[in-house]
Each structure stands twice: as C-alpha cells, then as structure tokens.
C-alpha cells in the first residue's frame, strides 16, 4: 500500500471517528427530547384538563350554592350567578371533552367514562335545581355527593396523569444516565483509537522516509561508483 493511500485511510479513520459521536450524541439526545416531548405534551395536557374541571365544578357549585340560599321565595338564580353557572359548565364541557380524546394511561380511559356518566346526572340535577324545580333537601342529599363524586373522579385522573409524569421522568433520567455512560466508553474507545493512529502514523512516516533516504543515498552511492 502506498503512502498516499494510507494518508487517506488514516484521515478517513479520523474522520469516521468524528462522524461516529456525532450521530450518536444526535440519536440519545433526540431520543431524550422525545420522551421529554411525550411527557409535556400528553401528562401535562390531562392535568391542565383536570384542574379546569375542578375550577368548572366550583364554579357550578357556587352558583348552585346561591340558589338554594337565596331568600327570594322562588329561589331563582341571579344574572350573576346564571353567568357564572354557564361560563362553569362550559369550561367543564370544554376540558371533559379534551380529556376524552387524550387517553394515555391504562385504566384512564374507565374513569373518564365514570366522569362523563356521573356529569351527565350533575347536570341533569343542576338545572333542575336552577330551575327550582326540586326541594331544598336535594342539595344535601343528591347535589353535594354527586359533586364530591365528580372531584374524587377528577383527582383519581390527575393523580393517574402526575404518577405518569414522575415514572417517566425518572425513566428518562435513567436513560440519561446510561447515554453518559455510553458516550463516556464511546468516547474512552475513540480517543485511544485516535492516540493509537497518532502515535503510528509519524512511526510509519519516520519509517518511509528513512527508506527512502537510505534508498537515495544507495542510488547516489551507486551513481558516483558507476561514474
């Protein structure tokens, strides 16, 4: 093999080193921002889901609330309170529905069905009582367990969604460790390849060009005795 020729392997060497960490700090990293991504972007979206119910739920509760003790005789809900009875059960609407098309845990999808199911016979109660067309006694009895029934289904799925958050987040932590650890031996295997040719290659160059001076050096020897 000629000199040139090993030129271009060795560089070429060097430079597959080069491309080798490159692509694979690429692949761990975008590896770690996907399952960054994931977490961000499913988890979180159901815990701001929940925590609009909640807020949508007391909402509701409180204009409820003030129907049942208005001292008006007919119990009839205020434009207040009617307003805010409204814009409640729009923001429930709004991230009840968003929650359902974003099931990513398992048994998620079972209590968003017993969310819907139990919203549905609230509601039902709700204008019912808004209406006045119910007893007062249906507000201890029906209003206020059906309303901690619907809160304990809202944190069962935020605690289902932040469990999620923090397994995989420490999945991705451990995934994180073991990408330092294998750019670290990648990395320890690389450099010893690179000191390996560093310290072959001016070798080799001492070595042919003592060849090729002891070949000059012949040649002219045997050009001076020739002439």
């Known amino acids: 093999m000629t000199l040139k020729r090993k030129l271009t392997w060795g560089l070429g060497f060097l430079f597959l080193i080069i491309l080798t960490l490159c692509a694979v700090c690429s692949y761990y990293v975008g590896t770690l921002g996907q399952e960054s991504d994931k977490i961000l972007k499913d988890n979180y979206a159901s815990l701001v889901y929940a925590r609009n119910m909640l807020a949508g739920l007391d909402d509701v509760k409180t204009s409820i609330t003030s129907t049942i003790y208005n001292t008006n005789q007919t119990r009839t809900m205020s434009d207040y309170y009617t307003r805010l009875f409204d814009s409640g059960r729009k923001l429930f609407d709004t991230n009840l529905k968003d929650e359902s098309k974003n099931i990513t845990e398992v048994h998620e999808q079972e209590y968003v069905d017993a969310l819907t199911q139990g919203y549905d016979s609230f509601i039902k109660l709700c204008l019912q009582m808004k209406s006045g067309a119910t007893e007062s006694s249906a507000y201890?009895?029906?209003?206020?367990?059906?309303?901690?029934?619907?809160?304990?289904?809202?944190?069962?799925?935020?605690?289902?969604?932040?469990?999620?958050?923090?397994?995989?987040?420490?999945?991705?932590?451990?995934?994180?460790?073991?990408?330092?650890?294998?750019?670290?031996?990648?990395?320890?295997?690389?450099?010893?390849?690179?000191?390996?040719?560093?310290?072959?290659?001016?070798?080799?160059?001492?070595?042919?060009?003592?060849?090729?001076?002891?070949?000059?050096?012949?040649?002219?020897?045997?050009?001076?005795?020739?002439?």
């Not at 958050?165 to 690179?194: E, W």
């Not at 390996?196 to 003592?210: D, E, G, H, K, N």
Request: one cysteine or more; a positive charge.
């Open 140 to 227: 201890f009895s029906d209003f206020l367990p059906a309303t901690e029934k619907l809160k304990q289904l809202i944190n069962v799925i935020y605690d289902v969604n932040m469990d999620a958050v923090v397994r995989k987040s420490q999945a991705a932590q451990r995934d994180a460790s073991r990408f330092i650890h294998a750019m670290a031996m990648i990395g320890a295997i690389c450099v010893i390849l690179a000191l390996a040719y560093f310290w072959y290659f001016p070798v080799y160059v001492s070595s042919a060009l003592t060849y090729l001076s002891e070949r000059m050096k012949n040649l002219l020897a045997l050009q001076r005795y020739l002439t």
